[in-house]
């Protein structure tokens, strides 16, 4: 079984890139933003796109997985989590 050189380097390179767009999406879940959220996850499927098309042989299902990522880190972080906006008044003391 021979090794191409090249495809292993475009493994390399895109591993690397899919690693560095992970933490960028994890650091703007955790800052809630949703819009940056969105983006980065939908660059971080693209990126690991590559082993998709590698293993089905049809690049078209990347782009579901670009906008399924899109849509679902934008709904869940622009709707499904959101903090109380009116947190409860301090107890008053008792005389």
Avoid: Q
């Avoid at 591993?15 to 959220?37: E, G």
């Avoid at 983006?39 to 693209?46: E, F, K, P, R, T």
């Avoid at 906006?85 to 301090?90: D, R, V, W």
Wanted: positive net charge.
């Amino acid at each position: 079984m021979a090794i191409d050189y090249w495809i292993g380097a475009g493994v390399l390179v895109a591993t690397a890139a899919t690693d560095a767009a992970y933490v960028m999406f994890t650091s703007s879940v955790v800052a809630k933003r949703a819009l940056a959220a969105a983006n980065w996850s939908s660059v971080w499927y693209m990126l690991s796109s590559f082993a998709v098309i590698s293993y089905t042989n049809n690049w078209l299902y990347v782009g579901f997985a670009i906008v399924g990522s899109w849509i679902g880190a934008y709904l869940t972080l622009r709707f499904f989590n959101r903090e109380p906006s009116h947190p409860p008044a301090p107890l008053k003391p008792t005389a």
